[in-house]
Antibody, heavy 115, light 107 residues
Framework: EVQLVESGGGLIQPGGSLRLSCAASGFTVSSNYMSWVRQAPGKGLEWVSVIYSGGGTYDADSVKGRFTISRDNSKNTLYLQMNSLRAEDTAVYYC?????????WGQGTLVTVSS | SYELTQPPSVSVSPGQTASITCSGDKLGDKYTCWYQQKPGQSPVLVIYQDSKRPSGIPERFSGSNSGNTATLTISGTQAMDEADYYCQAWDTSTNYVFGTGTKVTVL
């Protein structure tokens, strides 16, 4: 059974850093396209970052230069390093698996950026 | 940047057909997906590659995509289909993009 479990969210001050983790089971992270998608409170879905099976990465303009997606093949885990956090980064962050559509999603982890 | 526009809300009576549109420039040239999201839950993929249904998705969900508009159709709508629905496509300039979302209410 495929399972994605995010962790690492919490309350952080503006300008701070946070690293989110997404532990995967039932499949191999490095063989799949993996993405982070976020949803601000009461708002719609927003794609954040993707890492392809070949290792290439792309980020949304809104997080470019501040967020970095990566993976640890030995731990079968996806990460999102978030630096220089802003109030507008407050959201539930989901990790998701898929290429022609995101078939599997985690339960999400809430990141709140506030002083 | 590439944008996808959906109607904010759609209302439908039980057993009737709900159609949700997603508009974007030359959207028919791209593959479109649709996600269902119920309150407090993670999104669920209901349509991929314009019209394909993942395993476990009921046949009442169907999709099409042509010109500038993709459409998600729910035939014989049930109360359990009440949710937010998002279209999503991939564009060379913005990578992955979501639509603005549509709240489907089953009256």
């Amino acid at each position: 059974e495929v399972q994605l479990v995010e962790s690492g969210g919490g309350l952080i001050q503006p300008g701070g850093s946070l690293r989110l983790s997404c532990a995967a089971s039932g499949f191999t992270v490095s063989s799949n396209y993996m993405s982070w998608v976020r949803q601000a409170p009461g708002k719609g879905l927003e794609w954040v970052s993707v890492i392809y099976s070949g290792g290439g990465t792309y980020d949304a303009d809104s997080v470019k230069g501040r967020f970095t997606i990566s993976r640890d093949n030995s731990k079968n885990t996806l990460y999102l390093q978030m630096n220089s956090l802003r109030a507008e980064d407050t959201a539930v962050y989901y990790c998701a698996r898929g290429s022609s559509g995101w078939y599997d999603w985690g339960q999400g982890t809430l990141v709140t950026v506030s002083s | 940047s590439y944008e996808l526009t959906q109607p904010p809300s759609v209302s439908v009576s039980p057993g009737q057909t709900a159609s949700i549109t997603c508009s974007g420039d030359k959207l028919g040239d791209k593959y479109t997906c649709w996600y269902q999201q119920k309150p407090g839950q993670s999104p669920v993929l209901v349509i991929y590659q314009d019209s394909k249904r993942p395993s476990g998705i009921p046949e009442r969900f169907s999709g099409s995509n042509s010109g500038n508009t993709a459409t998600l159709t729910i035939s014989g709508t049930q109360a359990m289909d009440e949710a937010d629905y998002y279209c999503q496509a991939w564009d060379t300039s913005t990578n992955y993009v979501f639509g603005t979302g549509t709240k489907v209410t089953v009256l």
